[in-house]
């Protein structure tokens, strides 16, 4: 920080003053470095045995410098023998990760704070100065020039507006490469940089006791809960072993052996390791004994047991180790401020967005969850009372990768937001999976803007578009530009845009996502033999019309039909052509093929997509009468409902239908004949089902009863459900019979 006070006023980096230079025609005395057709005006120097972070920056300079304009410039270590040189200089003590550009006697010189940072220099004067472009790990525009030259007085120092940026996105966590060209750093690239990038960057931050969730690795429940259960949270009045646990923070045996586990890991690690987490599970529990259930009440926040927890942690590495920092997070339940309590000057932040709506900028949507504050308002709070904070960002659907996020226009306003309040880390988490909607553009504006959130957007998003699209730029911008305009208007109090979203929201209307497919049919065959541009064009093809499947229920190998004839519907059509292509790239790309971070909704999607890939409409069951096998039945919320939503059946429009379903129950000889036993509701209606009783079971020899659920059962109704009360009386479903109401059954008679 000091040294950036030192600097001329004048350095401070605009990323508009690099445009202008770009543009300016360079006097007599501009210093060229390559003039296409003559030989090499200059050389590019290194200092004597220089590491392979500056070699490579330095062959990464002569390699772009070629393809610009032919000329190829020689490498030198050491003495450049008195030729005019570009002279990649490191250690100049600038502050983390910076660089500056400036002309030295004969020489250009690109200084950095150290070897990453003359990397990044080298990549930035590439991009900025020269024209190129990375809009992908795999996509680059190299333009052709006759000549590189500068002015003879250039000189720009550039400073990153965060201290720690990085972002999950696929082409970042995977790509060191592409996250070095996007000058990032931090924790997600630890054990992927080598050493070309300046080695490991994120030297900060422990590998074992990373940024989030660690506490059971502090208290390994397997080791302790069987004797000490007390030592864990107390959840609806009973200390309880679960996937994810949270400790009792205020029991003194407990902070006595986090303390101990935390100063042997810092032992190991340090000094090359300096951040540590001590954080809660992901799980919104917190124990409720008395002990921190009164910490909790006198400081109005769950955030009270947890700052009090982790100051006793820091309190103890500070004796030993005062430049070590503890990471804690602020995160569902332990986000509010508390009333009394301050974190120690050795504890840092990381405060998460998970509980904001993002269809609007952090501070300008009227949306709240439960009774929390205004995020912006707790943001500002734990930015004065903490010495450091990191935020960790929501910048997708993590139910639904591949449904639309519409936030491109907040990711500029939600940076300078933290930038403003003093965050000095950001996290934007995505997903390292291609399949996503909007990704490749997210990826591209968050690379940029995490160094520098004061630009414009509008030169990104016109340099992506041309760039990443060509011809199909004017197609896709139109689809973003409506999908965003579409969600702005949105009522947030109705409908927020939540990181765990549903993917029918009527925020987002189908009518979009169907218009959207003929923007993106016109982008397609506008780059039609263009491959690369065309695949780029596919990706977003596939996140559009996975929403439209996963929002139809047009397609089923069961029809129920008067005439006996499949009505396949030229839409229909359609999205199995729109499906053979999802499957194909969810199998073209296995490690990544993710799409939720739900395992449900993973087996949901792909069970559909998979219906509209293959479905055979020869090989339907069509017929005035269908039986789903229970095995067809999607099921919810671990088997305890069945879903009959009409995607399972196609129904005639308008059709009239009647619903019935073979159960058996195990019913114990205990049964009361007045429990409820199961029944059919509809979603939205909650007096439209029928439901049964112990007294009305009727089962045949074998167990299986037959059981009207609808009649009359409308398609319109949308969404139906066989529901299993509860766990007292279990129910096997053999199947379930849709059929016209003039087809008639033995029915079970119910009063
Ligand atoms: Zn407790």
Known sequence: MNQMHRMNPRLSEVLGLICALFCISVSADAFIIAKRGEKAACVISVPARPSACLEHAAGEFAAYVKRITGVELSVVSGDAGGKPAVRLVSNVGLGRDSFRFRI?????????????????????????????????????????????????????????????????????????????????????????????????????????????????????????????????????????????????????????????????????????????????????????????????????????????????????????????????????????????????????????????????????????????????DDLKWWCTEAKRVHVWNYTMNFRYFMHAFPNIYCLKPDLETFLDCGVTEVLEQGVASPHQAGMALKTYLIGHLLWDPRQPIEPLLDRFYRGYYGAAAPWMRRYMEELHAMSRDRDELKHPMKMWGVIDSPALKTEFFERGAEYLARAAESVKDDPVRLRNVQWEMNANDYTRIMRSGEISAYALCRDGKYPMTPKMKELQTAARRIAADWKAFPRTARISEDSAVIEASKRRIE????????????????????????TWSNGRYFKLDFSDILVEAGSVCRVKARIKVDLPADAKPGDKVFGMFVRGQPKTGRSYFVKNLKPDSDGFGWYELRNPCEIRDGGCYILEKSGKYPITVDKVRVSFADVTDRLVEVK
């Open 104 to 376: 030295s006697g004969s020489d250009f010189l690109i200084e950095g704070d150290d070897d990453r940072s003359v990397l990044f220099g080298v990549y930035d004067f590439l991009e900025n100065h020269c024209g190129c472009d990375w809009l992908s790990a795999d996509q680059e525009i190299v333009p052709e020039r006759n000549v590189i030259e500068l002015a003879d007085d250039f000189e720009l120092l550039r400073k990153p507006a965060f201290r720690i940026r990085e972002s999950s996105y696929a082409d970042m966590r995977d790509s060191p490469d592409f996250a070095a060209k996007m000058k990032l750093n931090g924790y997600m690239f630890n054990g992927r940089w080598k050493d070309i990038h300046g080695g490991t960057p994120s030297e900060l931050f422990d590998r074992w006791l990373g940024k989030c969730h660690t506490v059971m690795r502090l208290l390994p429940p397997e080791k302790y809960f069987k004797d000490h259960p007390e030592y864990y949270a107390e959840v609806n009045g009973k200390r309880e072993y679960a996937k994810r646990m949270q400790l009792c923070l205020t029991n003194p045996d407990v902070v006595r052996i986090v303390t101990s586990n935390v100063l042997a890991r810092i032992a190991k690690v340090y000094p090359k390791v300096k951040i540590f987490g001590v954080s809660q599970s992901d799980r919104w529990v917190f124990c409720t004994c008395s002990n921190c259930a009164a910490v909790d009440a006198r400081e109005e926040s769950h955030a009270g047991t947890n700052i009090e927890f982790v100051n006793k942690i820091a309190d103890a590495v500070a004796e030993k180790y005062p430049d070590v920092l503890i990471e804690t997070l602020a995160y569902q339940y332990t986000y509010k401020p508390p009333r009394f309590v301050r974190p120690r000057p050795n504890v840092m932040i990381c405060l998460c967005t998970d509980s904001c709506d993002f269809s609007k900028p952090l501070g300008k949507s009227r949306y709240r969850f439960r009774d929390m504050n205004e995020f912006t």
């Open 611 to 634: 219906r509209y890939a293959q479905f055979d409409p020869s090989k339907a069951t069509v017929g005035k009468c269908v039986d789903i096998p229970a095995s067809e039945l999607t």
